[in-house]
């Protein structure tokens, strides 16, 4: 498969947790009628961004992973044979929770999962109360469209990570993120480019909108938006969407391209990891 039909959603906290799963479900049916072939849901999909506020009523949102919110996309993934990225608040055991993304292939099997590694701990950014690091490595799934990595949201502030994807094969990275203004603003026009040149690989990145105040009050941020697709020479694949519109952005992504770039450009053949190590001390 050359060219893959790919989808990221940026919608709205609904203020609970079952109509946001519906509303969700409802995305797939959607772009199932435009042919779209794997689809990336927003971080967290199924609930607000509880990282605003430390309180312990939030770990009620952690599924089983696999379990049976995991279950319920399978059956939709398999019934409009598409993969489907579904990034989730996972309880491993209580008290052991992750940001996860579990990756279910067209035929509505479960690939597995990845865990973010890096997780903020500022201000409404209060990450670690909620999260372990993520101990399950850089998996790339081997897909019906193709070898697809995960990183999620903070996690594209470290390079490495985008790297090991590229090493382990992957040929799309989804970036499900929550993001609000400020500094991350320019970032997020950088970042996600520069990852694409760098490692030569289309990514997808997905933020919220909205500001979530009923949940939160005046603690409650703005999500911006702004989801698009880059491809493997840093150009955005199609228009970047809005800062406040709920939207599916579905996009044509010709995998050949990482072929020709690969070709021009040999950065995997010019790499230096014996004076690279530094960057793995501790």
Known sequence: ??????????????????????????????????GVQVICFQELFHGPYFGIVQDAKYYDYAQSVPGPLVQRFQKLAAEHRMVIVLPVYEEEQPGVLYNTAAVI???????????????????????????????????????????????????????????VLGLNGAEIVFNPSATKPGLS???????????????????????????????????????YGSSYFVDPRGNYVGEVASTDTE????????????????NSWQFYR?????????????
């Open 185 to 223: 603003n320019r970032l997020w026009e950088l970042e996600q480019p520069a990852a694409a040149v760098a490692n030569q690989y289309y990514i997808g990145a997905n933020n919220r909108i909205g500001t979530e105040t009923e949940e939160f009050g005046d603690d409650a941020v703005t999500f």
């Open 105 to 163: 292939d067209a035929d509505g099997t479960y690939l597995g999962k990845y865990r973010k590694h890096h997780l903020p701990h500022l201000p409404q950014f209060w990450e670690k109360f909620y999260f372990r690091p993520g101990n399950a490595d850089y998996p790339v799934f081997d897909t019906r469209v193709g070898k697809i990595g995960v990183y999620i949201c903070y996690d594209r502030h470290f390079p490495e990570g985008w790297r």
């Open 270 to 282: 010019d790499r230096r990891p014996d004076s690279y190590g530094p960057i793995a001390a501790p």
């Open 1 to 34: 498969m050359t060219v893959v039909r790919a989808a990221i959603t940026q919608t709205e906290w609904t203020g609970d947790q079952e109509s946001m799963i519906v509303k969700h479900e409802g995305f797939v049916r959607t772009a199932a009628e435009a």
């Open 247 to 262: 939207e599916i952005v579905i996009r044509d992504l010709d995998l050949g391209v990482i072929r020709e770039v690969r």
